[in-house]
């Protein structure tokens, strides 16, 4: 036996779990991301000569239930032609065995790396909102993502907004096809971090499970989804999830209830509370009425999720009419002022 | 695009050996318990005399006779038995043992029961201390992982060795030297590109990627075959392949 020093064992290591490409039109280039579904590497489509992110599934923890359930989110993913949803070209199997698919290859930041890069609160509001409409239009074309949060969701350099991870979403009508009896039911891989995204994602705390158990991300989860209570989720789950993306939009940090030195209008706060609202009969109906809100309150319109008094109509409205309001007020000080120097 | 049956079919690719040592070494068939005391001990004479050895400093006459002594208690005293994969990794079981051995070892009882300095393994204990000295000693907090790396290092040597008959015995000599010399290398000077293997080996660039593909997947099956044959179960194997094929984030693919 040749000695294996310790560089050969990783090397090793590496190779013994890296994918077998041959017979395929995609050339390895790099490790991007692992998870426990998943290992998401960056490679060129030789035909094509772009690059792609290529999702495989993992060595270790491939069985058919696994296989079936990256089948199905390359399937949903399909399905959900969208700008703010990543796009997916292929699904295959390798010649070792492993599922794979390939996705366009996001060159951006997961947004809980790139927070500290937008400053400005209405950029951050603006970049929300196109989740939501992402997220909204996933809900129209009948998929639940159930597993929103900023680590699934990607920065492009210029400003694009991409939602990943569908690996949990779940179909409302599931087709024969979706095998979504399936997958809700199938063992939950062994695994401490769930999936991967084409970003490094090492602290991934999302948590699979059986049908009946808890499926997504503790903080981001809807109390229902919390539960367990798969069969009676929709939209406004995802809903839920959004308003904690938007409270780690303001405050930076995993929901929490705001602390008052982070000083966020008290619109935005209304419009936390009722997209987390422990009764789902109270929450925003839909991901558009959020967005909605959310362009309201830019707009310094009247949101609907914070019923304003006079001095709160007066200060939007000032907010609002600024320059205006600072001209007229400059034009009344000065006349005053000259008012009463005339009168000495 | 596949279909669902195809893709079930997939987990045909992945070691189906259902062989374990582990249960085997509890056998009633005493052909059968040799057969699986062999392999235990194939893969895990070294780390056990090199954990002796810089655990417990012990000279390497001592360690020598320690490793024995462990192997041969390991086959007649039962050890295994007690072994609950529920509970214990097989390797923190093993290195328990050795540590209870050695506390309480008397050498000269040893040395007289067994009737002195007998040898019930054929182990080259020359390329294990050369081996050593390749190593630098572990820190004294991290002798677990010194023995984990070592386990580690046993397996995938054990690997390499097999996929070298293996490519012999079906004519795929090339494929090894291919991923002796991309992937065994240790020469970062002499780091070769697939362009140059090509060249070398007069192949096309094509068929260096496709030989090595070859040589990693047959690796990859002989070591998690292997690696079944010292589990117990199927959830201790995933458990184990997963912890053994795990790698840094940063590693390139």
Known sequence: ?344 | MPDDTSISSQSARFPQTRWSAIVAARSEDQAERKRAFESIAASYWKPVYKYIRLRWNRSTEDAKDLTQEFFSRLIEKGFLNSYDPAKARLRTFLRVCIDGLVQNEDKAARRLKRGGNAQILSLDFETAEGELRHLDPPAPGSLNDFFEQEWVRSLFGLAVDALRADCKSRGKSVHFRLFELYDLNDDSASHLTYDDLARQFDLAPTDVTNYLAFARREFRRIALEKLREMTASDDEFRREARSLFGFDPGDPA
């Open chain 1, 1 to 344: 036996m040749n000695w294996l020093s310790d560089d050969a064992l990783r090397r090793l290591r590496s190779a013994a779990v890296s994918p077998d490409l041959s017979g395929t039109r995609y050339r390895l280039l790099e490790f991007v991301a692992r998870g426990g579904m998943g290992v998401v590497y960056l490679a060129e489509d030789s035909v094509l000569r772009r690059r792609v992110a290529l999702k495989i599934l993992d060595p270790v923890a491939s069985s058919p239930g696994l296989a079936a359930r990256l089948l199905r989110e390359a399937r949903i993913l399909a399905r959900l032609e969208h700008p703010g949803i990543v796009p997916v070209h292929d699904v295959g199997t390798l010649a070792d065995g492993r599922v794979f698919y390939a996705m366009k290859f996001v060159e951006g930041h997961r947004l809980d790396r790139h927070l500290q890069q937008i400053p400005s609160v209405p950029e951050r509001l603006r970049l929300f909102g196109k989740i939501c409409e992402a997220v909204a239009f996933a809900h129209a074309c009948g998929i639940l993502h159930r597993d929103l949060k900023p680590e699934n969701v990607m920065v492009g350099p210029f400003g694009e907004v991409l939602v990943m991870d569908w690996g949990l979403a779940k179909s409302l009508h599931p087709q024969p096809e979706d095998g979504d009896t399936l997958i809700d039911e199938s063992p939950a891989p062994p695994s401490d971090d769930s999936f991967a995204t084409p970003a490094p994602n090492t602290s991934d705390s999302s948590v699979h499970t059986a049908h009946g158990s808890i499926l997504g991300t503790p903080g981001y989860m809807s109390p229902e989804q919390a539960r367990g209570d798969v069969t009676h989720l929709d939209q406004r789950s995802d809903v839920f999830a959004l308003g904690a993306l938007l409270l780690y939009l303001l405050t930076g940090r995993p929901p929490a209830p705001p602390a008052l030195q982070d000083r966020i209008p008290r619109p935005l706060v209304a419009m936390c509370r009722k997209a987390m609202a422990a009764d789902p009969a109270s929450r925003y109906p839909s991901a558009s009425d959020l967005a909605a809100d959310v362009a309201r309150f830019l707009d310094s319109e009247p949101v609907s999720a914070y019923p304003e008094g006079l001095f709160g109509k007066a200060g939007r409205f000032i907010s609002r009419h600024r320059i205006a309001f600072l001209l007229v007020l400059t034009f009344l000080v000065v006349r005053v002022l000259l008012l009463l120097v005339f009168r000495r």
